[in-house]
């Protein structure tokens, strides 16, 4: 323990420290726990609470699978089939994509769930794979010592004297906070996109009919997008996201600016009419940032500590999951085998800015004319509209052969563009001045 200025006595050990019991942070110390080694979750809040982002997608479903949580979050999901995009621009205002008609048809469905249940189960999952798990446990510093030697870390459990771990690993999963990303000073804006949310639950909102009643809805307006995800207990999500530029107008108090949104989106406005908010509106700015590096001496960063981008494809939860499965993989190697942790990390960091990248290049256009129109009249031509499809699933990390298919989507993009040069230089414009801070 070289290195390190505390006493023995008042030092806990463990392999590794997580900072986080959300999505990223309870799928890491669960898989960690499983393969031997000494795990503790610090979350600074108690579980449940509420947290947004209530949309899953496709893809998480093989990582319930594996982490054995399936059946519990069957019990408390609802079936989303597809998405539904609502455009006050095109002649057919509604298109809906269908997940049982991507690429891979073995994963046909999502779910909705509310937040505060979901985290809930996997943060006890970790703890029944054998992690420690310390709920009010906020991590005030970390202390990094010699490579070989590990990192203290310090946190407040709401005692006299607080806590400190001797950790071989941290794991960063602080979500927004990005403890690690703000201590070394590698967080940045997101320089090709920015935006601001505000959300609120309703009760009593008009869903869609049959089958498509557990869908998520977007609905563009002038200035960003909406989102409409219907929740099991009768609750309904709504949330604008929306460019820095517009949210700087406001001159009235948030609930009524936030409504004053929403009435932009006439057949959102409809499916409100007799709703009732039940909670206050939330706000959030400087939405997407991302940190340089993804590792560093005896620590790595998952989920949203890495980075976030705008939600319009409900990647949140998918992102920090299959993070917190490549970050798990990557520690455990550097563990186990300290002369190949340099390449593992390397590797991790790798796979998941491949996987941001993939689902950037369509969510920095998903406002611009040219891709609502593909969006909104969608054909198969090269199997586009399948991998499109498989997108939209969060399907981008496993061998589904999607990209070719990818590639002609793109092409036609920008043949569409071309086609119609003065509106996409107009767009692009807007664009520009739109994401200024």
Partial sequence: MAGLTQSEATVEECDVLIIGGGPAGSTAAALLAQKGHRVVVAEKDHHPRFHVGESLLPANLPLFDRLGVADE????????????????????????????????KTMPHAYQVRRSEFDEVLLRNAARNGATVIEGCRVRSVENAPADAGSLVHADDGSATGRTWHTRYVIDASGRDTFMGNRERMKYRNPRHNSASLYAHFRGAIRQEGEAEGDISIFWFQHGWLWFIPLPDGATSVGAVTWPYYMK???????????????????LAARLASAEMVTPVEATGNFSYFCERAYGPNYVLVGDALSFIDPVFSSGVLLAMQSAFAAAGAVDTSLRKPAQAQAALKGYEQAMRGGLRKLSWFIYRINHPSMRDLFMGPRNIFRVKEALLSVLAGDIFGNTPIWRSVAA?????????????????????????SIRV
């Fill in 73 to 104: 979050i069957r019990a408390i999901g609802m079936v989303k089939r597809g998405v539904q995009f609502v455009s006050p621009w095109h002649e057919n205002t509604s298109q809906t994509f269908a997940f049982k008609d991507a690429w891979d």
């Fill in 249 to 267: 107008t406001r001159s009235t108090d948030v609930e009524t600016f936030f409504r004053d949104i929403i009435a932009q989106a006439p057949e």
């Fill in 409 to 433: 989507f793109k092409a036609i993009y920008y043949w569409n563009q071309m086609r119609n040069p003065r509106r996409s230089i107009a767009a692009w414009q807007r664009r520009r001045v």
